[in-house]
């Protein structure tokens, strides 16, 4: 039984950190370089990662998909999180630009790209789809929840309310990915037939979209950044990929899920940070160094809770 569960968790896990680890390396060696990542990014986030997502809703069954109290418990349990990690950031972390990132770290994951892949390397098609439903939420709150965070955070300093607002507005109506999951469910809702061209193109961009987005992950992780990781930083990780996972599992686990929901629910909530946090903290004005440390410390630390985690649910039968 724990030789099966070890070899269950390799094959999901492995694979996926092997490819972060390879963009790290071909980075490193130059294969790769800024350029490159900056076009190959563009590329995941206007296109391939919209036409997963798309392809992802239109083809689940909303029927069965559409688990009202688990969309309700995950968004209650994202804001939660966040309220309470606010009031600890007012505690632990002495500067106030410091705060609002601290926050955002600690609960932003990489839904759309670790949590994506994890969730298809363990699960398929199906578990995607379940994904873009919970992310079809999850998404705009996350959006919302950050800026939120970051404008309280510094008020008082640099930029104006009323244009942090208009950014997010601007994020929110024209994010890829929250217009591709609307158009999935409303093609899926309305029972429109797609183009067979359409849905291979989709496909071909789905099917080099994660790999590239991985290696693109790899290649900007900073070693830079590991070094000037702070306490606020570790902290901040810490809560990322053990605490708030731990909590978002065991409350699922009351409510009486099991297997691939169950499975879904953890897999996004441990993902690592997103490394969108980095890029809004740095143009928000808050401190971009510890954002970046965030960033490397969840996904080297992910690596091993996100595999500790699928290996005891699935010891468990709970997978």
Known sequence: MVLEALDFTVGVTLPIFVMMF????????QVIDGPFMDTASRLV???GLPAVLFLGTVRMDLGLALD??????????????VGILWLLAGRIA?????????VQGAFRGNLAITGLALVANMYGQEGVSLASLLMAFLVPLYNVLSVLVLVGAQRGHDEEPSLQWTRLARNLFGNPLIVAIVAGLLVNRLA?????????????????????ALLCIG?????????????????????KVLVLPGLMVVGA?????????????????????????YVMARSMGGNAQL???IVVLTTLMSMVTVSVGIFVLRFLHYL
């Open 291 to 293: 954002a970046a440390s």
């Open 253 to 277: 686990v009351w409510l009486g899920y099991r297997g691939t929901l169950l499975g879904v629910v953890f897999l996004l909530s441990a993902s690592p940070t997103a490394v969108a946090s």
């Open 45 to 47: 986030v206007n296109f």
């Open 94 to 102: 002495p500067a106030a630009l410091d705060r609002g990132v601290f």
């Open 192 to 212: 429109l037939p797609l183009p067979s061209v359409l849905v291979r193109v989709g496909e071909y961009f789905s099917s080099i979209t994660l790999p590239l």
């Open 68 to 81: 009202r109290q688990l969309i309700l418990f995950t968004v209650v349990m994202t804001m939660a999180s």
């Open 22 to 29: 390879l963009g790290l390396v071909l980075r490193r060696f």
């Open 219 to 239: 290649g900007t992780l900073s070693l830079r950044a590991l070094r000037e990781a702070s306490c606020l930083s570790l902290w901040a990780t810490v809560a």
